[in-house]
């Protein structure tokens, strides 16, 4: 198996971006990620969506992004697992490098939630969830995660402040993300004070509505000195599954999905959670954060909020978590989060990440979480000199 | 939703119909091609228990399509007499009276229709046991 690097990333801002479709969203990643480097042809794309063909009424999205930034004949196609879009797809483009069959691929995802309005775009996103069996009783993907919530802190005796607090923390460093759709501080009691959308969830534990597009361009990692200065290795990486009924797994307080991915992805990287200095984890809720925490290896069980009061994940801590503000702050277009999170991971390594710099970041992670857990995707990225 | 697509799926939705794996003994709800625990075929059909208590609630506020007229209403996971697991509605409580390891039971419930004229659509819900208002 080959090795595989990132040479070029390009975003756009989290936002509401009433004035540009799909297919303008993608094409303003793609050329910022292509101005940064020299390469003879792109031979595939490959990229993350999940509601297109609800929002949009558009299927064939390889074909229309292809299409759109000049690169016809090449191969492409989407990917579709859920918020774990993204995931997926950089996992279609390592293994497509690695195995030799591709030498540069193009992985994206795009997102346009507001072509939808309101009720159609939850609608749509609550298709991660089993239609038959949870979504017919009129569950929704946030009530799901609420049944979690009020059982770990049932379970965990976890005061209802600590959820709040990696609130305030996303905040905090998303306030620094020049591509943050909520780039703003907020307080404890802003989040305290919010909207209930399903007890215990608050709409401030929740992740905003939003567009964008990322992407990343991989390489033989012997190739990346001719095209770029500036490129990471992913050394590590993985996909994993778990029932998509909440109510089927052995236990309701662990990502089963994240715990395998996250075992396969430090074996194959030769590395364990203390050599991570910096990760982009998925805070869809501050629920799903506080399992993906201690699921990655990174708190112990029922004590993150012990770990996040000592300072533990601030930029600069033992391991910093979301210098972007994760899905909280940076924002959440579902099926490009995953790619987000690489390219900041990249930024972070080859330290382009201006006020968002954690000093040092040597190896970081990226955690990218499918429905309420039923698929994850992990990538482990090291710095190369 | 076609009318097919709803009756097929009576069996589980209103008599819990589940499977046991003769091989590990594993309940699988819903159905599966496999046993979830041991990946066996040989899976017979299986009647869940009627009552459990309940592991986990929320009361949904904001709702999905098809149940705006019913919000707020409560979700629970209910853990069955046998150690299943499944999500339902909790219906005949009043919201401030759930309680996680409340002891509930299966009752038959509309759960949603489709407009005045589409399918209106039945499952099981749970309900308290000995609930006194």
Same mark, same amino acid.
């Given at each position: 198996?080959?090795?595989?690097?990132?040479?070029?990333?390009?975003?756009?801002?989290?936002?509401?971006?009433?004035?540009?479709?799909?297919?303008?969203?993608?094409?303003?990643?793609?050329?910022?990620?292509?101005?940064?480097?020299?390469?003879?042809?792109?031979?595939?794309?490959?990229?993350?969506?999940?509601?297109?063909?609800?929002?949009?009424?558009?299927?064939?999205?390889?074909?229309?992004?292809?299409?759109?930034?000049?690169?016809?004949?090449?191969?492409?196609?989407?990917?579709?697992?859920?918020?774990?879009?993204?995931?997926?797809?950089?996992?279609?483009?390592?293994?497509?490098?690695?195995?030799?069959?591709?030498?540069?691929?193009?992985?994206?995802?795009?997102?346009?939630?507001?072509?939808?309005?309101?009720?159609?775009?939850?609608?749509?996103?609550?298709?991660?969830?089993?239609?038959?069996?949870?979504?017919?009783?009129?569950?929704?993907?946030?009530?799901?995660?609420?049944?979690?919530?009020?059982?770990?802190?049932?379970?965990?005796?976890?005061?209802?402040?600590?959820?709040?607090?990696?609130?305030?923390?996303?905040?905090?460093?998303?306030?620094?993300?020049?591509?943050?759709?909520?780039?703003?501080?907020?307080?404890?009691?802003?989040?305290?004070?919010?909207?209930?959308?399903?007890?215990?969830?608050?709409?401030?534990?929740?992740?905003?509505?939003?567009?964008?597009?990322?992407?990343?361009?991989?390489?033989?990692?012997?190739?990346?000195?001719?095209?770029?200065?500036?490129?990471?290795?992913?050394?590590?990486?993985?996909?994993?599954?778990?029932?998509?009924?909440?109510?089927?797994?052995?236990?309701?307080?662990?990502?089963?999905?994240?715990?395998?991915?996250?075992?396969?992805?430090?074996?194959?990287?030769?590395?364990?959670?203390?050599?991570?200095?910096?990760?982009?984890?998925?805070?869809?809720?501050?629920?799903?954060?506080?399992?993906?925490?201690?699921?990655?290896?990174?708190?112990?069980?029922?004590?993150?909020?012990?770990?996040?009061?000592?300072?533990?994940?601030?930029?600069?801590?033992?391991?910093?978590?979301?210098?972007?503000?994760?899905?909280?702050?940076?924002?959440?277009?579902?099926?490009?989060?995953?790619?987000?999170?690489?390219?900041?991971?990249?930024?972070?390594?080859?330290?382009?990440?201006?006020?968002?710099?954690?000093?040092?970041?040597?190896?970081?992670?990226?955690?990218?979480?499918?429905?309420?857990?039923?698929?994850?995707?992990?990538?482990?990225?090291?710095?190369?000199? | 939703?076609?009318?097919?697509?709803?009756?097929?799926?009576? =069996?589980?939705?209103?008599? +819990?119909?589940?499977?046991?794996?003769? /091989?590990?003994?594993? @309940?699988?709800?819903?159905?599966? *091609?496999?046993?979830?625990?041991?990946?066996?075929?040989?899976?017979?059909?299986?009647?869940? =228990?009627?009552?459990?208590? +309940?592991?986990?609630?929320?009361?949904? /506020?904001?709702?999905? @399509?098809?149940?705006?007229?019913? *919000?707020?209403?409560?979700?629970?996971?209910?853990?069955?007499?046998?150690?299943?697991?499944?999500?339902?509605?909790?219906?005949?409580?009043?919201?401030?009276?759930? /309680?996680?390891?409340?002891?509930?039971?299966?009752?038959?419930?509309?759960?949603?229709?489709?407009?005045?004229?589409?399918?209106?659509?039945?499952?099981?819900?749970?309900?308290?046991?000995?609930?006194?208002?």
């Amino acid at each position: 198996m080959r090795k595989v690097a990132i040479i070029s990333y390009g975003l756009t801002k989290v936002d509401k971006h009433w004035n540009k479709s799909l297919r303008e969203l993608f094409g303003e990643a793609a050329k910022k990620a292509l101005n940064e480097i020299e390469i003879p042809s792109i031979d595939a794309i490959i990229v993350g969506n999940m509601c297109a063909s609800d929002l949009s009424d558009q299927n064939n999205i390889g074909s229309i992004l292809a299409d759109y930034i000049g690169a016809i004949p090449t191969t492409a196609y989407r990917v579709e697992s859920a918020c774990g879009s993204g995931g997926a797809a950089l996992l279609s483009g390592f293994t497509c490098v690695a195995s030799g069959m591709f030498d540069i691929v193009m992985v994206g995802g795009v997102e346009k939630l507001t072509d939808g309005i309101g009720k159609e775009t939850t609608y749509s996103l609550g298709k991660a969830a089993d239609a038959e069996y949870e979504l017919f009783y009129g569950s929704s993907f946030v009530s799901l995660n609420a049944l979690m919530m009020n059982r770990y802190m049932h379970v965990y005796k976890t005061p209802r402040e600590a959820f709040a607090d990696f609130a305030v923390l996303m905040h905090k460093n998303g306030a620094k993300n020049p591509y943050a759709q909520l780039p703003f501080e907020i307080s404890r009691e802003t989040v305290l004070n919010s909207e209930t959308i399903a007890d215990p969830i608050k709409l401030y534990d929740c992740a905003p509505v939003g567009d964008g597009a990322a992407v990343v361009i991989l390489c033989p990692l012997e190739d990346a000195p001719k095209y770029s200065d500036t490129f990471v290795e992913i050394c590590g990486i993985s996909g994993a599954t778990d029932t998509i009924n909440v109510s089927s797994r052995e236990d309701l307080l662990s990502l089963k999905s994240t715990i395998t991915a996250g075992m396969k992805a430090y074996k194959m990287a030769k590395m364990s959670p203390a050599d991570i200095d910096v990760a982009e984890i998925h805070d869809t809720f501050t629920i799903t954060a506080a399992l993906s925490l201690e699921d990655l290896g990174f708190a112990e069980k029922g004590k993150f909020d012990k770990m996040m009061s000592e300072g533990t994940f601030e930029p600069g801590g033992i391991v910093s978590i979301n210098p972007s503000g994760g899905l909280k702050s940076r924002g959440h277009p579902v099926g490009a989060t995953g790619i987000y999170q690489a390219a900041e991971i990249s930024m972070q390594l080859t330290e382009r990440a201006d006020k968002m710099q954690v000093p040092n970041a040597e190896v970081g992670l990226i955690q990218n979480i499918g429905g309420s857990g039923s698929n994850t995707y992990v990538a482990i990225m090291r710095r190369c000199r | 939703m076609s009318v097919p697509r709803y009756w097929r799926e009576i =069996p589980q939705r209103t008599r +819990l119909e589940g499977q046991k794996c003769g /091989r590990c003994g594993t @309940v699988n709800y819903p159905p599966r *091609a496999r046993c979830l625990k041991c990946g066996s075929t040989s899976l017979e059909q299986y009647r869940l =228990p009627e009552k459990g208590s +309940l592991i986990s609630f929320t009361i949904v /506020r904001n709702p999905p @399509v098809g149940f705006e007229r019913n *919000a707020p209403y409560a979700l629970g996971l209910i853990e069955l007499e046998d150690g299943t697991r499944i999500t339902a509605q909790i219906t005949d409580v009043e919201l401030d009276d759930l /309680r996680i390891g409340m002891p509930v039971e299966s009752v038959f419930r509309k759960v949603s229709e489709d407009g005045d004229a589409g399918i209106i659509r039945y499952a099981i819900k749970f309900r308290p046991i000995f609930y006194n208002p």
